[in-house]
């Protein structure tokens, strides 16, 4: 997703500088140049790009021309994040220390902003202890998340992955099952939704990719009784958020454990 902000940062020299005080970038664009050989500071900042994981986008001098809000961008231009992305081991450690079951949120190329910062509020109230979201094909933390969150994307730890479907079969091993929103699943009432757990909501059109919904253990769906066969992908999340804190806590209740 592309959006005008505050926080574009055009030109080299900017950008290099940016990396230098540890900024983390979400989204590099930068012209197609494959004729021409990038000066030593360019290939440095897409160096340092490609080490942190960055996605980079080569596009023409046209359409970057199109994304420049000074016109002065020196064939680069870059977007800050408005929080900092952390590893998918901190959110485990999140649950650990609050000595509950791990509960995350992960979203198949989620694109929408406002959706995305939706959602992140949504997983910050219910008490979720982070989202996953990937590194391609989705929206990342721009001021518009920031400000559909409403402040949640400071207080929510976001780790950002290469390959969903891999993270998820990862997180497996350490004892987490998934489940993923889709309108053909069973109905949520009647799937276990409790102890460690991964939520996974997919796309606004398309919804949850073959692959990262073969790799789920259960698929859910929402009960619908209108003439309108879906819901906006963040209040299907809200919804399925709280199914699962409804069953946690009932869980918790008859157990003494969540």
């Known amino acids: 997703m592309e959006e005008k902000s505050s926080r574009i940062i055009e030109g080299k020299h900017a950008i290099a500088e940016?990396?230098?005080?540890?900024?983390?970038?979400?989204?590099?664009?930068?012209?197609?140049?494959?004729?021409?050989?990038?000066?030593?500071?360019?290939?440095?900042?897409?160096a340092d790009c490609k080490k942190a994981g960055t996605p980079i986008d080569y596009i023409s001098k046209e359409r970057l021309q199109t994304l420049s809000e000074t016109g002065k961008n020196q064939g680069l231009i870059a977007y800050l994040s408005s929080a900092s992305y952390v590893e998918v081991s901190d959110i485990l450690d999140r649950?650990?220390?609050?000595?509950?079951?791990?509960?995350?949120?992960?979203?198949?190329?989620?694109?929408?902003?406002?959706?995305?910062?939706?959602i992140i509020r949504t997983a910050n109230v219910a008490g979720a202890h982070g989202v996953i979201i990937p590194k391609r094909r989705s929206a990342g933390l721009t001021a518009t998340v920031e400000k559909a969150s409403a402040g949640a994307v400071s207080h929510t730890l976001i780790a950002r992955v290469s390959n969903l479907t891999q993270?998820?079969?990862?997180?497996?091993?350490?004892?987490?099952?998934?489940v993923c929103a889709d309108m053909n699943g069973e109905t949520m009432y009647d799937v276990p939704l409790t102890g460690p757990i991964g939520l996974v909501v997919g796309n606004e059109g398309k919804g949850v990719s073959r692959l990262v919904r073969e790799a789920c253990d259960y698929v859910?769906?929402?009960?619908?009784?209108?003439?309108?066969?879906?819901?906006?992908?963040?209040?299907?999340?809200?919804?399925?958020?709280?199914?699962?804190?409804?069953?946690?806590?009932?869980?918790?209740?008859?157990?003494?454990i969540v």
């Open 95 to 118: 649950a650990s220390k609050r000595k509950e079951a791990p509960f995350i949120i992960l979203l198949d190329d989620i694109e929408d902003p406002h959706n995305l910062g939706a």
């Open 18 to 46: 940016a990396l230098k005080a540890g900024r983390d970038i979400d989204r590099l664009f930068i012209v197609d140049e494959k004729n021409e050989k990038r000066d030593a500071v360019v290939s440095k900042i897409v």
């Open 167 to 178: 993270t998820i079969e990862k997180l497996k091993k350490d004892g987490i099952w998934f």
């Open 220 to 256: 859910a769906s929402i009960p619908m009784k209108g003439e309108i066969e879906s819901l906006n992908a963040s209040v299907a999340c809200a919804v399925l958020t709280y199914e699962i804190v409804r069953q946690r806590t009932i869980d918790k209740t008859n157990n003494d």
